[in-house]
């Protein structure tokens, strides 16, 4: 069912990415052999959406780790914290990076392993385990959200909550998935997602691939395709949910929803379980990740801003609670009022 091709591949402890900075024209994988290496492919979105850059990170932490040349436990564990530092700091927004390093870190604290490469082989163990529950996560969410598209129905999506995103089928789009596998005709928007295109480059060639109808839109033309009555729900991911449910996600993402609120449109979030963070009390303590101002800047190659002009770029925004009709996760469809406890409850 998956058309789009894998993010990440691991074979044999061998590394490879998916470039998605050249993605829809160029599909090849880049050979990541260093925490550096990945640290500089999420940095630089060659490999990105939040559970993609946890599972890279994890398997960066593996290759990293591997490299070391000591019998010693406690030398092992102290280069671990240091590379699980390095590799977390890439992107500070989505909260799965820093939870899955935390995962691949905590298997090498609780095992009893006797030997260094034992404790190589529980981390491993632990990276791959990341990876391999996040394409059950993916169809478990498709499922809870599969019910949610109705023949002919018209579905809006911002940045890519795709399977390029995750491992397979993506959150956002899984239940899109599911639902175009079962015969059913529906329609998707995807917006194109200033600045970087996620949405163009991605979301449209990964659904479009798949046989699905989809059609691009430009950020600015949500409100009136809502206005023409297109839109019949709204699907998007998040790079962290808080405590009190407001979501984080991609630049833009809180205007579709104060747009979709103001014509009576279902707002839903689709994630898993390990995007839910209940050590931040709301959207208002999560660190924004701000981007380098030439991506605002630049359009493709071309410079078409004045020189020198100031520039902010934030890349997330934080979508108050009280406009998600729902969130899509893989314990369940969510809904108001909140029982978050029951998301955070499976998390590991
Ligand atoms: O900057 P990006 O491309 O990593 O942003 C990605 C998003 O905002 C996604 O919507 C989010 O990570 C969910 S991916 C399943």
Redesign the pocket.
């Known amino acids: 069912m998956n058309v789009a091709p894998e993010p990440i591949r691991w074979r044999g402890g061998t590394l490879e990415l998916l470039d998605q900075t050249q993605l829809p024209h160029v599909v090849c994988y880049e050979r990541i052999a260093s925490a550096d290496a990945v640290h500089a492919a999420i940095r630089q ?1 060659k490999v ?4 993609a850059i946890g599972i890279a990170a994890a398997y960066g932490v593996v290759i990293e780790m591997a490299k070391l040349r000591t019998t010693s436990r406690t030398e092992f564990m102290t280069r671990l914290a240091d590379i699980c530092a390095h590799i977390a700091a890439a992107r500070p927004t ?1 909260v799965n990076l820093a939870w899955a390093v935390s995962r691949v870190r905590r298997a090498a604290e609780q095992s009893n392993a006797a030997t260094v490469a034992d404790l190589i082989a529980a981390i491993t163990h632990e990276a791959e385990a990341i990876h391999a529950e996040d394409r059950a996560i993916c169809r478990a969410i498709g499922a809870a959200g599969r019910p949610l598209i109705t023949p002919d129905c018209g579905v809006l999506t911002h ?3 795709g399977a390029l ?2 491992s397979e089928l ?2 956002a789009t899984a239940p899109l998935y599911l639902a175009h596998g079962d015969g059913v005709p529906f329609r998707v928007y995807a917006d194109e997602t200033r600045p970087l295109l ?1 949405g163009a480059r991605l979301t449209a060639w990964e659904l479009g691939s798949a046989g699905i109808d989809v059609t691009l839109i430009c950020d600015n033309a949500a409100p009136r395709l809502m206005a023409e009555g297109l839109i019949d729900l709204v699907i ?4 962290r949910v808080a405590a009190n449910g407001d979501v984080v ?2 630049i833009g993402t809180s205007g579709v929803a104060i747009v979709a609120h103001h014509f009576g449109i279902p707002f839903y979030v689709a994630c898993p379980s390990s995007t839910f963070d209940p050590n931040t009390p709301s959207g208002a303590e999560v660190v924004i990740e701000e981007r380098d101002g030439a991506e605002v800047t630049h359009f493709a190659a071309a410079h078409v801003a004045a020189e020198g002009i100031k520039v902010r770029n934030p ?2 925004d934080v979508t108050p609670h009280a406009l998600v009709s729902g969130f899509i996760t893989d314990v369940g469809l969510i809904t108001p009022p909140y029982d978050l406890a029951r998301a955070f409850h499976s998390r590991s």
């Open positions: 979105l990105r959406g939040a559970p989505a940045c890519n909550a995103a995750v993506g959150t996620q998007v991911g998040t790079d996600n991609k890349a997330f």
